[in-house]
């Protein structure tokens, strides 16, 4: 028997009603936190160093957007890391390697795939995972194939199933073997990685971290690692931003007051002071007069690409030096040789502007406002971390000279509670190419989430050698 086409279409769209209401307003993937517990999750504090890796040389490696160049790029500059000794000489003892001293991986956008699946797998990373599971991978196909999928093409415009939602459940099942926070929580070791996205209702930089899901009231640990890479890399327009549900904390979490009390006794707030600010009451509530979530006008958190507001994922490491978990063990004695490596894949502007006659059109326009913040940001934060490394010290010895010849009783005063350190910082990238037909081919590649294998290869090969040749020159490395 052969139905009339327009009983088998409201069939068809019933069955879609039935299953699929759920999914109206799909359901969030981070799970409310059940007690505060600040010496637990995933926290760099709550992270042992491991068997080879000491405090005395800590190691932050950033690594930026640009998708596929920039994971190719990255894996090639980590590969290099893996094969070098440590700078010590304990380090001709124990076998210890360069990568066995990083301690924080700071990443945005395709930065991020090789970050988690370093974090994820950590050896297992260079022995093919990554190659199979990323770089031999044509995403934009895979992309494009899944959007296209009938189930998808029918749930997209029916439920408003958000199409990250989507591009998320494929990273985490086809590229990170499912697994959660839970599971790098559980490795329990270093480097800690911070997986960086940007709040779009404030144009501030979000953390894949149990100090910044606290202020969702949520737990970390209950998120895949695919979905933070996601949010990391979901450029706008391309992708839709990921949804993060707000939650009420649980009894006896006063996060949001605490920022807001610190926030008021500093006229330097922090990052999460901030957020903090921006979603808390009013006024304080209950009996106790604290600050709570305002529950009314903060519901979700969405989240894109980390690169709007730092492409190199400098910016944690900044702030962990200037007054975080790196100040701590700096102000202790702990660290005695704190080396930054950013990898910069970043691109350089060839846009032909200047050689036409007429105005640029509109889309031309729109790329360049769209770039013309993130690229001169960068440049900024590269800027800022060449003074923190190089300029700062010099400014402290220069002081201390100046006080120790018009008043020697002083100097010792003066330097007490500046413990020596010695820094280095280590911008990696294809400026640092000398051929000038080479340099522009690399910044020609595309930085989509497909380049073909041989440009993969010649990146990674380029990584591995510029990091080697740069850190042996500041005599880091032999030569």
Not at 326 to 336: C, H, P, S
Request: contains cysteine; proline residues 5%.
């Amino acid at each position: 028997m052969v139905l009339p086409t327009r009983l088998i279409w409201a069939s068809i769209i019933t069955i879609l009603g039935m299953t699929q209401v759920g999914c109206l307003f799909p359901e969030t993937v981070n799970k409310p936190l059940q007690t505060h517990q600040p010496n637990r999750g995933y926290r760099f504090a709550n992270l042992d160093a491991g068997p080879k890796n000491t405090d005395e040389t800590f190691i932050c490696l950033t690594l930026s957007g640009g998708g596929t160049r920039a994971a190719a790029f990255a894996y090639g500059v980590m590969q290099g890391l893996r094969d070098m000794p440590a700078p010590g000489e304990a380090s001709v003892s124990s076998n210890r390697k360069m990568l066995d001293e990083v301690d924080i991986i700071s990443s945005v956008s395709g930065g991020s795939f090789a970050a988690m699946g370093y974090g994820i797998w950590r050896d297992d990373f260079f022995n093919g995972r990554f190659e199979t599971r990323f770089l031999d991978l044509n995403l934009n196909t895979e992309l494009i194939r899944i959007m296209l999928n009938p189930i998808n093409a029918l749930r997209l415009p029916f439920v408003v199933l958000d199409r990250i939602d989507v591009v998320a459940s494929y990273y985490d099942e086809r590229i990170f073997d499912q697994q959660s926070y839970a599971d790098l929580i559980s490795q329990n070791e270093r480097p800690f990685i911070v997986i960086n996205s940007t709040n779009l209702a404030t144009s501030q930089r979000v953390e894949f971290t149990q100090d910044d899901f606290d202020l969702l009231g949520s737990d970390l640990g209950s998120v895949p690692v695919g979905w933070s890479v996601a949010a990391s890399s979901a450029f706008p327009v391309v992708f839709s931003p990921l949804r993060l549900k707000y939650h009420e904390a649980p009894s006896g979490m006063h996060v949001i007051h605490d920022h807001m009390m610190r926030a008021d006794e500093s006229p330097l707030d922090t990052r999460l002071q901030r957020w903090a600010r921006h979603v808390a009451t009013r006024e304080p509530a209950g009996r106790e007069g604290h600050y709570e979530l305002d529950q009314v006008h903060h519901k979700y958190l969405y989240l894109a690409d980390g690169g709007l507001v730092d492409n190199l994922g400098l910016t944690h490491v900044i702030d962990s030096y200037q007054r975080g978990d790196i100040r701590r063990l700096i102000d202790a004695g702990k660290i005695k040789r704190l080396i930054v490596i950013s990898v910069d894949a970043g691109v350089e502007k060839q846009t032909g502007i200047e050689q036409q006659t007429v105005s640029p059109g509109i889309f031309m326009q729109a790329f360049q406002a769209g770039s013309i913040g993130v690229d001169n940001h960068s440049a900024s934060l590269v800027r800022i971390m060449n003074h923190l490394m190089h300029e700062e010290p010099r400014i402290h010895a220069d002081a201390a000279a100046a006080v120790r010849e018009t008043c020697p009783d002083a100097e010792s005063q003066f330097m007490n509670g500046r413990p020596s350190v010695e820094r280095h910082f280590v911008h990696i990238g294809f400026h640092q190419v000398e051929n000038r037909v080479d340099r522009e081919r690399f910044y020609r590649m595309k930085t989509s989430l497909f380049l073909p294998k041989g440009q993969v290869d010649e990146l990674v090969t380029l990584g591995s050698r510029l990091v080697r040749e740069t850190l042996a020159s500041r005599g880091l490395a032999p030569k």
